[in-house]
């Protein structure tokens, strides 16, 4: 099944779930790499360079995640879920978004504070705005940083729920995004 049903999130949304999933992972691993890199390590340049373009690149496939969800809509909740867990799931799910979202427009306004354009892969590149707020760098960096972690741990709580529906529950939540 391509695209979703009323029960079933079809191979479309499953796959850019997981690719999404996956990319904020690493996103992370490297970030988290990258800070203790010093002025003579061999990746000092190359590794950030590697990072804002796959955060680009992340937030372009999240445009085409929204997009794809407005077109193909979701399943809807399990019969077996309680009110309280519906408003939380949807409540976790808008903030996982903004989140994503808000820690890419940090990665920009990081990389371009200086007045350079962003460039993806030497594909392309994307113009700076230039210095918005004073600091720029450091104030977005700092951000940056946070809602990182909080994103993490936001997924770490998503996948926790997923599991605990799996195991404790025992109904199809986790099975409808396998």
């Not at 996956?22 to 010093?38: E, Q, S």
């Not at 989140?99 to 200086?114: E, H, K, P, Q, R």
Request: net charge neutral.
């Amino acid at each position: 099944m391509l695209t979703n049903s009323d029960s079933q999130f079809g191979i479309i949304s499953k796959s850019i779930h997981w690719l999404v999933a996956i990319t904020v992972f690493g996103l992370f691993g490297v970030g988290l790499w990258m800070v203790d890199l010093t002025y003579y390590d061999s990746w000092y340049r190359t590794a950030p360079s590697y990072h804002k373009s796959v955060g680009v690149l992340l937030g372009v496939l999240m445009i085409a995640r929204v997009l794809w969800m407005l077109r193909a809509g979701k399943p809807k909740p399990l019969v077996s879920h309680q009110r309280w867990e519906v408003i939380s799931a949807k409540a976790t799910h808008v903030l996982l978004y903004v989140l994503v979202f808000s820690i890419i427009t940090s990665g920009y306004l990081i990389s371009t504070a200086d007045g350079r354009g962003l460039e993806v892969f030497n594909w392309f590149q994307i113009p700076s705005l230039g210095e918005v707020i004073e600091n720029q760098e450091d104030v977005a960096g700092e951000v940056h940083e946070l809602l990182a972690f909080g994103l993490i741990g936001l997924v770490v709580l998503h996948a926790a729920a997923a599991i605990k529906h799996h195991f404790i529950d025992k109904d199809l939540t986790l099975k409808r995004m396998l």
